[in-house]
């Protein structure tokens, strides 16, 4: 992955979902050189944020072809482009279409000036797969599908260039692991969850990021690919046995074991002979279900 355009805007505070940092994380990393990216961009004095505003840079031509994540999409971008990005659990719903003109509406007004016209503008729809729902709010503007191959579509007649990229379909075509942990696939590359991971990390910062919609699911690919002696690795003694009833806690425990345990804590509390009857009677009791 490429160094971080220093041009970005991180505002991930206000991220609809767990999957959105790090999906902003994987655009950054993976748009061509010519392209910068900003995050969260506010596009009135209302809290309405667009998910990714994708910029044409002026000093440079396209190098699209450079590109290492949705490598089908960079050709098909204007100048300006508004992405917005449907996490794998949230799923499209029926009014996200409209909000995406909405947006593309709401920008077009505040930089009409520096645009030639609202062909420069285009408006990217980043989503798992094509759903009924999306159909029906293309079929209720009076547009239609058009499949261009490889998980990308367009809806000709919009009110804007307007382009999907089914993430689905495109990670499995693109052969990219590092997408395809922003779809519905299940089986995941650790190498992929190991950056994944890392891009969690700086997740716990974020005030309520155990609230965002799809936080469990997120965390669930994490732990995926890694066996239990690696996820307890990284957790003290104490941490791995909170929340455990005492007898959960000694499952496993051979009963000499148990008495031996027993006679370092009455070593430790200082108190002299032999154990109260009551601990050796649960002891007893212990020994006798024990195959």
Known sequence: MSEKDKDTTRKVMHAATAWHPPFY???????????????EVVLSQQPR???LLLLRRRDMPPRDDEARVLRGLWPLLGPVTLAEF??????????????LFTYGMQYYELHMQALAGPAELTLALLTPAETP???????????????????????????????IA???????????DYLRLFSRHRNQSREAVWWLNARRLRMTTMEN?????????????????????????HY???ERLAGLRPEER?????????????????????????LPEEVLQALRKLVDKTP
């Open 25 to 39: 994380d994987l655009m950054t990393e993976g748009a061509p050189p010519s392209t910068k990216i900003r995050t």
């Open 49 to 51: 944020r667009a998910d």
């Open 86 to 99: 449907k996490g794998p659990t949230s799923g499209f719903r029926i009014n996200d279409l409209p909000r």
């Open 133 to 163: 729902s999306l159909l029906a709010a293309i079929d209720q503007m009076g547009w239609r599908l058009e499949r261009l191959g490889n998980g990308y579509a367009r809806i000709p007649g919009a009110w804007y260039s307007t382009v």
């Open 166 to 176: 089914f993430i689905d379909e495109v990670c499995e075509a693109e052969r990219d």
């Open 209 to 233: 990021v155990h609230e965002l919609e799809g936080y469990d699911d997120f965390v669930e690919r994490l732990l995926s690919t890694l066996t239990p002696e690696e996820v307890l690795r």
């Open 236 to 238: 003290k003694p104490e």
């Open 250 to 274: 000694l499952a496993g425990l051979r009963p000499e074991e148990i008495l031996q345990l027993l006679q370092h804590l009455q070593k430790r509390a200082g108190v002299q002979g032999e």
